[in-house]
Structures are given as structure tokens and as C-alpha cells.
T-cell receptor
Framework: GAVVSQHPSWVICKSGTSVKIECRSLDFQATTMFWYRQFPKQSLMLMATSNEGSKATYEQGVEKDKFLINHASLTLSTLTVTSAHPEDSSFYIC????????????????FGPGTRLTVL | EDQVTQSPEALRLQEGESSSLNCSYTVSGLRGLFWYRQDPGKGPEFLFTLYSAGEEKEKERLKATLTKKESFLHITAPKPEDSATYLCAVQGGLNYGGSQGNLIFGKGTKLSVKP
């Protein structure tokens, strides 16, 4: 139980283009989802907290206009990297916290498999 | 400032050689300490949650313990398939970082188990 999927698993794009990454909770509902990025040999860094039906909360230093987050339903959040540049190349991982009464523990973040973004 | 420090950074074991991974933390009002396993190129996989000092959790060859300052992940008679990076994360008080008690991750311990 408590499975999270991400799509795509990897993407290569040209500098200046936009890329959308989807995060879905497959067997539970989540009012809160999280977006992280991870550089090689580094820890997960929280970028933003996505709340269903409301605006995302961004961590300090994360550009809201560059990393657009939409949480349109209780099972889907999307991250759009706008006007991507090579420095945006990274491993992006989402997580979701189950609503009480659904699959998984309500106090635990369950992670997706990640999306490897490479910007040329 | 709330912090999580994991040691060692890397650990090489022979199959069957038991050992422990350490996670030291400083946090205002611990709400939970989480252990995850991460394989290369994959997202973290949930292992355990610990809430208070003295608590222990077990799963197969893994056992997690918690004190007021640190947590240990004990690996008994490891197998090659236990090779992965083990991440520790803490959830602090509601006001941390302006967000609602979000997770603070350590850098992880990369475990390699040789057959």
C-alpha cells in the first residue's frame, strides 16, 4: 500500500523550454504533497509543499515563478519547471502524506521513484 | 538551527557482518524520526518511524532505536541486497522553516555489503 508514481521517470530538454512532472498517489488520497530535489551525493532538499485546492508553500530561495506547482486533486500534483536552464538539471522527487483512513500512515511521507531532469 | 547528521558517510561490510548506522539530531520538539532506504536512481522507501526515546522498531534484519539525541539503525547479518543509502529524517515543531513541521533529512549512509 501507499504507492506514489511519477511521470516521466527521466526527461531531456533544451535550455529555455518548460517541463512538467506529474506526481500521483495510486492507492490513497493526499491533501498534502511535497516536492524535493536531490543533487548527487547530497540530501533531499525540500522545494515546496503542495496543498490540494490552494497555493503551494515554497521554501526560502526557491523561485515560485520558475517552479510552478499545481495540486488539482487529492491524487495529483504537478511541478512545471519553466524556462529550464542547465543548472536546473537534477533529480526531482515528490512525496505524499495519506489522508487518515486511506492506505498508509497519515504521519508518513511516501515517496515517488523520482524524475531525472537533464537540461542541455 | 535544527540539524540531522548521519555517520558514517559510507560503510562497507562483509555479508553476515553486523553493524550500526548513526543519526544524530537537534530539533525543537521532535514529532517523529524517520528512516528510509534509497536505491540508486530511485525515491526513498519508508522503513520506520520512531516517536519517543526508548522506542524500538524491527523489520527483518533491521532494527531502529531512538534516544533523545540520536537514533541507530542496526543491521544484523546483512546480505548484499541490503546495499543502499539509508536516510534519516526528523520532523520538528510546527514553526520550523515556516512550513508545517516538514522533514529535515541527513545526507545518508551508503551501505555496501559484499558477498
Amino acid at each position: 500500500g501507499a504507492v506514489v508514481s511519477q511521470h516521466p521517470s527521466w526527461v531531456i530538454c533544451k535550455s529555455g523550454t518548460s517541463v512538467k512532472i506529474e506526481c500521483r498517489s495510486l492507492d490513497f488520497q493526499a491533501t498534502t504533497m511535497f516536492w524535493y530535489r536531490q543533487f548527487p551525493k547530497q540530501s533531499l532538499m525540500l522545494m515546496a509543499t503542495s496543498n490540494e485546492g490552494s497555493k503551494a508553500t515554497y521554501e526560502q530561495g526557491v523561485e515560485k515563478d520558475k517552479f510552478l506547482i499545481n495540486h488539482a486533486s487529492l491524487t495529483l500534483s504537478t511541478l512545471t519547471v519553466t524556462s529550464a536552464h542547465p543548472e536546473d538539471s537534477s533529480f526531482y522527487i515528490c512525496s505524499a502524506k495519506p489522508i487518515s483512513g486511506t492506505s498508509g500512515r497519515a504521519d508518513t511521507q511516501y515517496f515517488g521513484p523520482g524524475t531525472r531532469l537533464t537540461v542541455l | 538551527e535544527d540539524q540531522v547528521t548521519q555517520s558514517p558517510e559510507a560503510l562497507r561490510l562483509q555479508e553476515g557482518e553486523s553493524s550500526s548506522l548513526n543519526c544524530s539530531y537537534t530539533v525543537s520538539g521532535l514529532r517523529g524520526l524517520f528512516w528510509y532506504r534509497q536505491d540508486p536512481g530511485k525515491g526513498p522507501e519508508f522503513l520506520f518511524t520512531l516517536y519517543s526515546a526508548g522506542e524500538e522498531k524491527e523489520k527483518e534484519r533491521l532494527k531502529a532505536t531512538l534516544t533523545k539525541k540520536e537514533s541507530f539503525l542496526h543491521i544484523t547479518a546483512p546480505k548484499p541486497e541490503d546495499s543502499a543509502t539509508y536516510l534519516c529524517a526528523v520532523q520538528g515543531g510546527l514553526n520550523y522553516g515556516g512550513s508545517q513541521g516538514n522533514l529535515i533529512f541527513g545526507k545518508g549512509t551508503k551501505l555496501s555489503v559484499k558477498p
